[in-house]
């Protein structure tokens, strides 16, 4: 049963020590003898790009220091490391995380996924490149972030797996799964060729995000931590908590079915049965998933007056992300040496709206999606 539990504790600040007494009970509790064998240790946070960190785009670094201390006081060796997007300094995004400080107070190793060599894998017909660090360590836990995300509704344990794709190989697969259902079929295999190799996962929702995010949303209070064996049930819990429906997630159906789990099987502790937040997820809701009950013609003609694309607003800087991360070069510079969006060539992947370091990229939508 512990496979399809999910441990909750309600956390209402970054406070060290209680997270560290939570992150202890959860994985001592497993009893697994992978983290008595093994000697090495990855911990992946989420680390998108380097946004401050009341902005809570990133895992915070107290519940990264939890782990850290935890399994350094069973003598281990511990690695900390992702893969962030675009083309931000990696350097810059550690700074910005808080893991570059991390690494001054404890003898840890910080990595960057895309320096390592990677392995291709085949899963339900897609190939998915992964590095190699995910498979140089024997315990892996998966460090996610709480928060909504415009292309798939929601972002937290599953999602956070895409960061084991190296570098800008992200950005080309979002050029070949452009589509929201396409993407969820990528995720799904990016999660179906690691998910053997993830040991816990754990969500920091103490401050999550609601709204337009994964970066351009609006920091939440959550007060919410949570762990799980699971990465299915654990985005189930969350999801539902912040007032999804298991189908308003379009790889989590697939993920629940993979782990042959249930919804209704999932244990969570009694206090948190009928636990809801307030957030706002109506600006991520898949609306066009109403689609499929329209005919074909009619359908046809919704697209045309349903829209949105992406907009470089006045408060753009110039740092060039944008430009530098679009997948199908969409975004060039102007004479003025602004960026401009080409909204023929955009395949509205919203990564410049996600990587942009100080979310100067608008989303313009017509007037039925504004109503929608």
């Known amino acids: 049963m512990k496979e399809r539990s ?21 994985i001592k509790d497993l009893k697994d003898q992978k983290f008595q064998r093994s000697k090495r240790v990855l911990i992946k946070p989420n680390c998108l790009g380097a946004f401050p960190l009341e902005r809570a785009v990133t895992t915070h670094p107290v519940v990264v220091e939890a782990l850290i201390r935890y399994f350094l006081g069973r003598n281990k060796e511990v690695w900390v490391g992702d893969s962030p997007g675009g083309s931000t ?69 599953l999602k956070n797996l895409y960061g084991l794709v190296p570098g800008m190989v992200k950005s080309e697969y979002h050029r070949l799964y452009p589509d929201t259902k396409g993407f969820a079929r990528l995720l799904c295999a990016v999660y179906g060729i690691a998910r053997p190799k993830i040991s816990y996962n754990i969500i920091d929702g103490i401050v999550g995000m609601d709204g337009a995010g994964p970066s351009g949303g609006n920091p939440q ?22 007032g999804f429906k298991t189908r308003d997630i379009p790889y989590l159906w697939e993920a629940l ?48 007056l349903y829209y949105y694309y992406p907009v470089i607003s006045d408060r753009c800087i110039r740092c060039g ?46 007037l039925v999606a504004r109503l929608v």
């Open 6 to 26: 999910v441990q909750i504790r309600a956390i209402e600040s970054y406070d060290l020590p209680q997270i560290e007494a939570a992150v202890s009970t959860w």
């Open 89 to 157: 300094s990696v350097q810059r995004v550690w700074d910005a995380c808080g893991l570059s400080d991390l690494a001054e107070r404890y003898p840890i190793k910080l990595i960057n996924l895309s320096t390592f060599p990677f392995k291709e894998r085949r899963y339900n017909g897609i190939d998915v490149k992964i590095s190699d660090a995910l498979f140089q360590c024997g315990i892996v836990i998966n460090v996610a972030k709480y928060k909504t995300h415009s292309l798939v509704g929601f972002t937290a344990a």
């Open 221 to 242: 209070p959550f007060g919410l931590l949570f762990g799980s064996k699971s990465i299915a049930a654990i985005d189930a819990v969350a999801s539902r908590m912040m």
């Open 257 to 304: 079915h993979t782990e042959g789990i249930l919804p209704s099987q999932i244990a969570i502790p009694q206090s948190f049965k009928h636990h809801h937040i307030k957030a706002d997820i109506t600006t991520v809701k898949l609306s066009q998933e109403g689609l499929k009950y329209l005919p074909a013609f009619a359908a046809k003609a919704f697209k045309k």
């Open 321 to 366: 992300v944008c430009v530098r991360s679009c997948p199908v070069e969409a975004i060039s510079y102007q004479a003025d040496g602004y960026p401009k969006v080409d909204v023929e060539k955009c395949i509205k992947c919203m990564c410049c709206h996600e990587l942009c370091p100080i979310h100067a990229v608008d989303i313009h939508k017509s």
